[in-house]
């Protein structure tokens, strides 16, 4: 069982900034995806950003040039530092990760998502 824990939501003006964290802690062979999505009130998950184990990443048009993902491999963390943060960027952001286990199975697991919101 792995578990991810998302820190860093909260409140905040238009404009400024917000840096999320994610730990993958479990029995974890490698991790070769982490991203970040997020659920804004009646709207569908959406992809925001993911990064890959070489760091490759990808973006949402949408968070281009404002967001911009990394991980720490070392960790089993990521992160999705935020700027010039937007009242349509007020969601819930959850981490996910596609997890490679010992068995040679793969599982995509999510966090318990946290929230974020950007105020006018």
């Known amino acids: 069982q792995v578990q991810l824990v998302e820190s860093g939501g909260g409140l905040v003006q238009a404009g400024g900034s917000l840096r999320l964290s994610c730990a993958a802690s479990?029995?974890?062979?490698?991790?070769?995806?982490m991203g970040w999505y997020r659920q804004a009130p009646g709207k569908q998950r959406e992809l925001v950003a993911t990064?890959?184990?070489?760091?490759?990443?990808n973006y949402a048009d949408s968070v281009k040039g404002r967001f911009t993902i990394s991980r720490d491999n070392a960790k089993n963390t990521v992160y999705l530092q935020m700027n010039s943060l937007k009242p349509e960027d007020t969601a819930v952001y959850y981490c996910?990760?596609?997890?490679?286990?010992?068995?040679?199975?793969?599982?995509?697991?999510w966090g318990q998502g946290t929230q974020v919101t950007v105020s006018s």
């Open positions: 996910n990760a596609r997890v490679r286990y010992y068995s040679g199975s793969y599982f995509s697991s």
């Open positions: 479990g029995s974890i062979f490698s991790i070769d995806v």
């Open positions: 990064i890959t184990s070489d760091s490759s990443t």
